[in-house]
């Protein structure tokens, strides 16, 4: 079948332009396939990343009609059948498939659908991913680690550093101090590992304003395109309960957050996000110098049209209520 590639094209500095590419492929072809077809047949001038075409190196992530995923990994029917795409980005009727390629998000372009991931790798440096050596310094035995102990780490170690994730993070967009999705990943795997001797430590790094765990608004797009399932937005929910054992009786801050939620779901169905940071940070309008501390935050997502200007209460608010009163009547029963 003939099939319509609109690839963004783009030179550091310079406005993006779609270039026109058409392509007689066979649905099972990857889109990394057809890329190949066209550098090597059309234009050796388009720049992409590309390595073990196995979904393994992670090298080859882009966004594809919209969403970041891994060019070997996607094919040409199921994009097509996923899309049922029948008009072009002008609008007019199309009757060849079209498929539009991306450079991943929140990173800048280096040309084409080559970007600059050094954000992605300082950050991921930023949550110390690595064992602590204070444990491997213990000279007698090897670390030896049960069945169980190691099946903590299963999830999070599938992560393949493709950045899908980091691109289509909406926290990333607007905070720059906000570490990203695939180094909560791997924060968490390392707070799960029974043979790093620094939990404590991480947790209070990981706890840290908005650059850790408290800056993810829990959008859920990073489970939602991760080609690993690594699932980082649970991996950031895991770390979030460790910090609430952990600071339990001295943290005001981390106590508020888990009754904000769900005095907040209670109220309205589900988190009404103005007032989530206000009455969490901000402390009700008590903490003046947590107050100031959201403003630049609440400016950039003003300015990037993220900041809800308004709030509708859930359709079944009222049957969420019932639910959350009658698990609140439980735990009352049984303390
Ligand atoms: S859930 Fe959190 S970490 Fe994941 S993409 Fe959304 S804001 Fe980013
Ligand atoms: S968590 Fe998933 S999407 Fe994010 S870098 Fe790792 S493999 Fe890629
Ligand atoms: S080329 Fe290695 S993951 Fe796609």
Redesign the pocket.
Known sequence: MEVRFQVIRQQQNSSPVFQTYLLEVEPGNTI?DCLNRIKWEQDGSLAY?????????????MRINGRSA????ENVGSEIARLQKTRSPSGEENTIPEITIAPLGNMPVIKDLVVDMSSFWNNLEAVTPYVSTASRQIPEREFLQTPQERSLLDQTGNC?M?GACYSECNAREVNPDFVGPHALAKAYRMVADSRDQETEKRIENYNEGTKGVWGCTRCLYCDSVC?MEVAPLEQITKIKQEILKLKQASDGRSIRHRKVLVDLVKEGGWVDERKFGLHVVGNYFRDLRGLLSLAPLGLRMISKGKFPLSFESSEGTQQVRSLIEAVQALGAKDS
């Open positions: 990394l990343r590309k390595n073990c075409r196995n979904t393994i190196c992670g090298s080859c992530a891994l060019a070997c990994k393949i493709c080609p």
